[in-house]
């Protein structure tokens, strides 16, 4: 049984993602002994490692004695914790950056340097609901600073200013998403044109359609 502290403090920490797939769980989150209770782990914030229900079943009904796939290991599940909780903690940081606004122009080509978040959403038909909805995951771009888009109204034809711009979904190839999955929770420079948020599948405060990206 794990104590509420622990488990409120875990909670907060992984902001109810699950350390490994990293969706969103809402209520359909459970933590998990990294060293077995039955191996004297204890339940203790250093020993919890929050999942999700699929992510649980794979990590706890590994059969030795009928070994397929690789199981995971105790110092594995700690890496992925202490990963998974730096990330979470960078974005609060980046939050609570001071703002220095710079404005950018619809299909302007830029040069952005930011943070590689990747996150789940509810997609078709509705957009609203985890449970009801397929589910698309992003790759995002956690802005330091936030920027001002101006764009063009896509129903009267005139310009709009959108500001306090910090979260950029990123549009990348298969073969960028292939190349660059190692800056997955990292700082990255990012070169690429912007538009803004104008369909359900778009989930940022504004969109990047990205040419590169490389590490910071």
């Not at 990293?22 to 060293?35: L, M, P, R, S, V």
Request: with cysteine; charged share 25%; aromatic share 10%.
């Amino acid at each position: 049984m794990w104590p509420a502290t622990v488990k409120d403090r875990v909670l907060v920490a992984c902001a109810r993602q699950c350390t490994l797939c990293h969706k969103f769980c809402g209520t359909n989150i459970e933590c998990h002994h990294i060293t077995p209770e039955a191996d004297g782990g204890e339940s203790t914030f250093e020993n919890c490692i929050p999942l999700c229900f699929d992510c649980h079943a794979d990590v706890g009904h590994y059969n030795v004695r009928h070994p397929k796939g690789t199981k995971y290991t105790s110092a594995e599940l700690r890496g992925h914790r202490e990963n998974w909780f730096g990330a979470m903690a960078t974005l609060a940081e980046r939050e609570r950056e001071p703002d220095v606004i710079s404005e950018v122009y619809e299909w302007q080509l830029v040069s952005l340097t930011g943070f590689v978040w990747r996150e789940t959403f509810p997609g078709r038909p509705n957009y609203q609901c985890f449970k009801t909805d397929e589910n698309e995951t992003y790759w995002m771009l956690i802005l330091a600073h936030p920027i001002s888009l101006i764009a063009i109204h896509p129903e009267h034809g005139g310009s709009y200013r959108r500001e306090g711009i910090k979260r950029l979904q990123m549009l990348l190839t298969k073969e960028q998403y292939d190349h660059n999955r190692f800056l997955v929770l990292r700082d990255a420079h990012v070169h690429g044109r912007l538009f803004p948020s104008i369909s359900g599948h778009h989930h940022g405060d504004a969109n990047i359609e990205v040419s590169t990206l490389s590490p910071a």
